[in-house]
């Protein structure tokens, strides 16, 4: 009995070990693709998701159907940084130690774990300035089986702006998915919005509200390097 114990407690460790690791790391779920067809008209982004990529311009909340079922420890979602690739949080202190965090910050990062490696979700409120929208930028709506586009003239201010062409074929006080394809950002090809609504002269748009759900992923960093798309199918097929 004294030979067999060690073996009986290594095998047991192994066996508790091995479970602790697989119930880490489950097997990611599919998105809802009809909730993100509702929300967003971009073919390029549809196409991603059909191929099994998270990229950057999705909604967070494919994100968040990707791990919605991992155990709570191997995530850490919604944490407020101060810019786009910053991992320090942004905490403070008033009166008595009392933490707080600062209401107006509009920058997030979510912090997955997975079998193959770590992925990092950057995600913010989108903001025409923040989001470095300019003057000769061009918006572009999509309203039924047709897309409007116009250079941008200028901003009226971070939720607001204004376009050379008056686009009277769209609707007023109608919610639109829209793009802005930058001019001088060749990094950056096109931002997404998905709530844009025409003001009465045609001329105006107006970002409409929302809430963090539909903050459009702007980076996207797995297992130590940025990356243009997170392919979850294949973390699936590795685990397999």
């Given at each position: 009995?004294k030979?067999?114990?060690?073996?009986?407690?290594?095998?047991?460790?192994?066996?508790?070990?091995?479970?602790?690791?697989?119930?880490?790391?489950?097997?990611?779920?599919?998105?809802?693709?009809?909730?993100?067809?509702?929300?967003?008209?971009?073919?390029?982004?549809?196409?991603?998701?059909?191929?099994?990529?998270?990229?950057?311009?999705?909604p967070?909340?494919?994100?968040?159907?990707?791990?919605?079922?991992?155990e709570?420890?191997?995530?850490?979602?919604?944490?407020?940084?101060?810019?786009?690739?910053?991992?320090?949080?942004?905490?403070?202190?008033?009166?008595?130690?009392?933490?707080?965090?600062?209401p107006?910050?509009?920058?997030?990062?979510?912090?997955?774990?997975?079998?193959?490696?770590?992925?990092?979700?950057?995600?913010?409120?989108?903001?025409?300035?923040?989001?470095?929208?300019?003057?000769?930028?061009?918006?572009?709506?999509?309203?039924?089986?047709?897309?409007?586009?116009?250079?941008?003239?200028?901003?009226?201010?971070?939720?607001?702006?204004?376009?050379?062409?008056s686009?009277?074929?769209?609707?007023?006080?109608?919610?639109?998915?829209?793009?802005?394809?930058?001019?001088?950002?060749?990094?950056?090809?096109?931002?997404?919005?998905?709530?844009?609504?025409?003001?009465?002269?045609?001329?105006?748009?107006?970002?409409?509200?929302?809430?963090?759900?539909?903050?459009?992923?702007?980076?996207?960093?797995?297992?130590?390097?940025?990356?243009t798309?997170?392919?979850?199918?294949?973390?699936?097929?590795?685990?397999?």
């Amino acid at each position: 009995m004294k030979i067999i114990k060690p073996y009986f407690l290594l095998f047991t460790l192994i066996l508790i070990l091995l479970h602790v690791g697989c119930s880490h790391y489950p097997v990611l779920q599919e998105p809802d693709t009809q909730k993100f067809y509702e929300v967003v008209g971009s073919e390029s982004l549809r196409d991603s998701l059909l191929k099994g990529k998270l990229t950057t311009g999705m909604p967070w909340f494919v994100a968040n159907q990707l791990f919605n079922k991992n155990e709570s420890s191997s995530k850490d979602l919604k944490i407020p940084v101060a810019t786009l690739g910053s991992k320090q949080r942004l905490e403070e202190e008033e009166g008595w130690s009392r933490k707080y965090v600062d209401p107006n910050i509009n920058i997030f990062l979510d912090k997955y774990e997975t079998s193959e490696g770590r992925l990092y979700v950057w995600y913010q409120r989108p903001d025409f300035y923040t989001m470095d929208v300019s003057q000769r930028d061009t918006l572009c709506v999509f309203y039924e089986d047709t897309v409007y586009c116009s250079v941008i003239n200028y901003l009226n201010k971070s939720s607001v702006l204004t376009v050379r062409d008056s686009l009277k074929q769209l609707p007023t006080d109608t919610t639109l998915y829209a793009e802005i394809r930058y001019n001088d950002h060749p990094w950056r090809e096109v931002s997404y919005w998905y709530s844009i609504e025409i003001l009465s002269n045609a001329k105006t748009f107006k970002l409409g509200d929302t809430n963090y759900e539909l903050y459009p992923i702007e980076l996207l960093e797995f297992d130590n390097e940025p990356v243009t798309s997170f392919k979850w199918r294949e973390v699936n097929k590795n685990e397999d």
